[in-house]
């Protein structure tokens, strides 16, 4: 078996009936790991003994426990904003070097439990702030397909190691669009999960709002493999939901027919680039050629959706940063007082990005300007979220380019936040309005990865997964950058 | 001293803590007196991926203490994160409530003197304790370092705000007490103001006679963090008579924060209002707003028991004193006693003479409760059914009570024990009273030329005869009898 060219619902499925072993898998991996990620830099820490010693464990278990195993041997990398008791947790921050938690998240404890080895933590934008990868406190992650060039993010890593085949499997966070535009640009698949849908007890909050973990995978069907595993109610996070969970697998081979395309003339208008619209609707003519309907539709808060999300997402991060103060854990800086611990600790411990926005976050939430901003882009969020139930009376999806642009290059954009904001403009909407999506790969523009997205109503994910297949039908396969020729 | 043209205006803050066995957000036990951080986890410690849990224990004693004081529950209500760094505020803001409390507009009857009124509860909200801070000097800044300890971080709270309508120290107090008094009723806290299960931070200020205007517009003082109720009114009394003296010099009273000095009875200034804190309050996005059915409420409602007021209504039909039922009603014990007793001994006025004098006065000496009584409720009324059936006199009664005090028996036992029994056999205490007669005949003729004095001389000399066994009744008609014959 060609263990890097198999997918991994087929690695799980060779290790439950004992055709390799666990060990065998995790090593071929730690293996690429090793050769590769010198360079393109998508981990943080790898874990070599605990996962080998995982997955030794797992081909010690008798063969009718490893059998119920729905992940039994595959290899995970997991985004480092999410909480794992045998690596350190950093966020991507300074203020966090080196931390270990004393609890894993609900997320990884499930998908563990169902067989998955920690292998890595991956790189990310510090905290989750960014679309680049490159606010990470211990350097940017490159692109696997363009070296020159920048993951997306905030959950480039992941999204990273993914491309290059460094595990089969990651979990990410999205906040805005940090699995979905980093999935686009390293032309993978990534979905944000419903909001409530997974556990988000052990994720490391950003914006609590809009925070949700999800699946990254070379396939449709390896992200459905995962997210059924992480899905569904945790006694300890009190936003999950007890909705049942779907059964993601059973129909995803069958597609959906007739199925109504809500088209929004506002995510494809100004702002995107014409390349990427090219893809995205020369893969809607290919599938209307299937029996699929376009219909256009209109979704008029839109143009708010940035502004409102940049309140909204740096006013509850301020509120979830506060703790990093250096009293009880992560970094210290020196100080001659208790002010003065506060501020030396903060200044140094966070980045730029992570600054700013704890900043714009404050100002939102002070008196006196509470109600005209924090106020009111709560209004606006229930607004969009109003938009999308109005669309889904008529279509069963909506599409989108996932990002408006091809991954840009490393650099580029360092010094203009604006711009770098502009990148989320496709993808904020869905956490602003709770909704689950999807980005899987629609083509390339110069060789460079395009991905398209699908936003469906609360808890459609079956639905989202199985028209992601129907893509995955109608664009040609990549030929993946790193892989052996 | 006070001004006549002024009339003192004060409101007060009470926080309780709530007995709940499990903090509020997480399983930690709510406990006093564990070894420092030994009561806490990943939740009350604020440790980064921790995610809050509301314990609908401490909803449902809230919501119990505030029917209590007849407050209006709100059915759909919020939390909030009130936020400020100190390091005994580990998530480094609060979960509380702001601008949608659960329960408003309540009521307490306070008797201060002969005077009564209401005192109205404006609003009553939830939030978590924070920790505590043990400083190696006398402050945080004065000391080389604190150690923190955050058992009590994340320990239920609920806020009590009442209207400013107490207008004296006296009726502070009062007010005070009727809250204690009625918490104690529900069950629902410790109410030990010394261990800070109760707090209360007291609002005073100087209303010109006439004044129309807003009461929040009068600069107010803010006296912190009080600790006892005696306290609460020595701080009021200083506070008005420093705010007289002020005003009579022409001088401006400053909205602020102060302290109170317990050793010199002043208050202090701590901070202006001016440097107050922007607590940036919005909604807390961990938490679902807290929805509470109309039928639950009910229910709390109807588990409620007989309530302080109610209790004086039952007692003043009982035809007891009105001195003695605020005695009663303010001891639940005591309460408990009565009721218990009105069991066996249905003359009320019998049971309250006793328990109110003797059984008090020995309880206080021995320095015990009601609840603690080595006399119960059943032994004291067969006391008095031995005293009412003539077996014993009041005297022997009130000497076999203490005996029943120090030695735990019951009244028959003690009285076969020591043969204590009343003599009331006329044939044994006419020979008695034959001899007395024989043996006074300077009384006797006394008595017979109309000094009614002289009777009780013989009945005394009949009564040390039989070691005060005889009963007096029995004694004083034989004499009559045989002198007047």
Redesign the interface.
């Known amino acids: 078996m060609d263990t890097l060219a198999t997918s991994a619902g087929e690695i799980a499925q060779s290790v439950r009936v004992g055709d390799v072993s666990a060990e065998h898998i995790v090593n071929v991996y730690l293996d690429r790991i090793r050769r590769l990620d010198g360079e393109l830099h998508a981990l943080l820490s790898v874990d070599e003994a605990g996962a080998r010693a995982a997955a030794r464990m797992l081909d010690s278990l008798p063969a009718e426990q490893r059998t119920r195993l729905p992940l039994a041997g595959v290899p995970l990398v997991v985004k480092d904003n ?2 794992t008791d045998r690596l350190p ?1 950093s ?1 991507g921050s300074k203020i ?1 070097a080196g ?1 270990y ?3 894993q ?1 609900t997320a990884v404890e499930r998908a563990v439990a169902a067989g998955a080895v920690v292998v890595a933590k991956g790189n990310l934008d510090e905290f989750g702030m960014g679309s680049s990868t490159e606010h990470s406190a211990f350097g940017p992650t490159r692109n696997p397909w363009a070296r020159d060039r920048v993951p997306g993010g905030s959950s480039g890593g992941p999204a990273a190691a993914i491309a290059a085949n460094l595990a089969p499997l990651a979990l990410g966070s999205d906040t805005g669009g940090s699995i979905r535009q980093p999935a686009a640009f390293c032309g993978i698949v990534g979905l944000k999960p419903t909001y409530g849908r997974v556990s ?6 950003y ?3 809009l925070d949700q973990i999800g699946p990254l995978a070379r396939t449709v069907r390896d992200a459905g493999l995962l997210l059924q595993v992480i899905s569904g109610l945790d ?5 999950s939901s007890a909705e049942p969970v779907a059964d993601y697998l059973a129909e995803l081979e069958y597609p959906l027919r007739g199925l109504r395309i809500g088209v929004p003339s506002q995510y494809f208008g100004a702002g995107i680039e014409p390349e990427v619209r090219s893809v995205v609707m020369s893969v809607l003519d290919r599938l209307k050629a299937g029996g699929a309907q376009t219909v256009e539709i209109n979704l008029p808060h839109t143009e708010y959706a940035i502004a409102a999300y940049y309140l909204i997402a740096p ?2 991060a ?2 979830n940063l ?4 250096g ?3 992560g970094f210290r800086a020196g100080a001659s ?2 002010v003065s611990l ?1 501020q030396n600790t903060r200044a140094e411990g966070f980045g730029g990005e992570v600054v700013r926005r704890v900043l714009l976050g ?1 100002h939102a ?3 006196g300007y ?1 109600d005209q901003y ?1 106020v009111k882009a709560q209004k606006v969020r229930a607004l969009i979220r109003r938009d999308f139930m109005e669309a889904f009376a008529e279509v069963d999806v909506v599409v989108t380019p996932t990002a408006p642009e091809v991954p840009f290059g490393l650099g580029s954009r360092r010094d203009d936040p604006l711009k770098m904001y502009q990148s989320d403009i496709c993808t904020v909407t869905a956490n602003l309005a709770g909704l689950p999506a999807v980005s899987v790969p629609a083509g390339f523009v110069e060789g460079l990865p395009v991905g398209l997205q699908f936003i469906g109503p609360a808890y459609s994910e079956a639905l989202l997964l199985r028209a992601g297949r129907m893509v995955e039908e109608v664009v040609e396969r990549p030929r993946w950058p790193l892989d052996e020729p | 001293m006070a001004d006549p043209s002024y009339e003192v205006v004060v409101g007060l803050e009470v926080h309780v803590e709530l007995k709940t066995k499990s903090k509020m957000f997480c399983g930690c036990a709510n406990a006093f007196g564990a070894g420092p951080n030994t009561n806490t986890c ?1 939740v009350c ?10 314990n609908r224990e401490a909803v449902r004693m809230a919501v119990a203490a505030a029917l209590a004081f007849n407050c209006t529950i709100r059915q759909r209500s919020r939390f909030d ?1 009130k ?1 400020y ?1 100190y ?1 005994d505020l ?4 609060q979960i509380s409530q702001y601008d949608a409390p659960f329960a408003e507009w309540g009521s307490v009857a306070i008797r201060s003197g002969s005077t009564r009124r209401t005192v109205r509860i404006r609003r009553i909200h939830m939030e978590e304790d924070a920790g505590k801070l043990n400083h190696l000097g006398q402050n ?2 004065s000391s080389a370092g604190s150690l ?1 300890d955050l058992n009590r971080a994340g320990v239920p709270l609920i806020e009590i705000v009442s209207e400013p309508d107490m207008s004296s120290a006296d009726e502070a107090r009062a007010y005070l007490n009727e809250l204690r008094t009625v918490l104690s009723y529900v069950d629902v806290s410790d109410l030990r103001m010394e261990e800070g299960s109760m707090r209360c931070d007291a609002n005073v200020s100087m209303k010109p006679v006439g004044f129309v205007g807003s009461l929040e517009d009068l600069p107010r003082v803010e006296i912190k963090n009080v600790n006892s109720v005696r306290n609460v009114g020595r701080a009021i009394e200083y506070e008005i008579a420093r705010q007289s003296r002020l005003l009579a010099a022409g001088e401006a009273i400053t909205k602020e924060t102060r302290g109170f000095n317990d050793a010199s009875a002043r208050t202090y200034s701590q901070r202006s209002k001016e440097e107050a804190n ?1 607590y ?3 909604p807390e ?4 707003p807290l929805m509470l059915t109309g039928e639950w409420i009910a229910s709390v409602k109807a588990g409620l028991p007989t309530l302080p007021d109610a209790w004086r209504e039952r007692l003043t039909g009982m035809g007891i004193a009105d001195q003695d039922i605020e005695t009663l009603v303010h001891d639940p014990a005591q309460l408990a006693f009565l009721t218990r007793c009105l069991e066996y001994e249905s003359d009320v006025r019998l049971v309250t003479t006793w328990m109110l004098s003797d059984m008090l006065r020995l309880l206080n000496a021995a320095d015990l409760t009601f609840a603690e009584s080595p006399v119960g409720p059943e032994q004291l009324a067969e006391l008095l059914h031995l005293i009412g059936d003539g077996t014993l006199s009041g005297r022997m009664g009130k000497e076999l009570l203490e005996n029943m005090f120090a030695t735990g028996k019951s009244a028959k036992t003690l009285i076969e024990q020591l043969g204590m029994a009343q003599i009331t056999d006329d044939r044994v205490l006419r020979e008695q009273v034959t001899s007395v007669i024989a043996d006074h005949a300077k009384v006797v003729e006394d008595y017979r030329s109309g000094k009614a004095k002289a009777l009780g001389f013989l009945v005394g000399q009949v009564m040390k005869r039989t070691r005060g066994q005889a009963s007096p009744e029995v004694v004083n008609r034989l004499l009559r009898e045989m002198l007047d014959e």
Not at chain 1, 235 to 239: L, M
């Open positions: 999410i909480l947790t966020a966090l931390f938690s004393p609890f998240a988000r007890f052990g994720l490391i909050a914006a609590s709002s006694a300890r996070d009190a936003t006013a509850e301020s509120s506060s703790r990093f103060d009293v009880r854990y007082d208790l506060y404050t939430l002070s008196a509470y924090y | 990943p410690l604020g440790m980064p991926g921790a995610l809050p849990v509301l994160r936020q760094f390091p580990p998530k480094a803001y945080l800044q923190v922007d940036r309050y919005f996005p961990d938490l679902p």
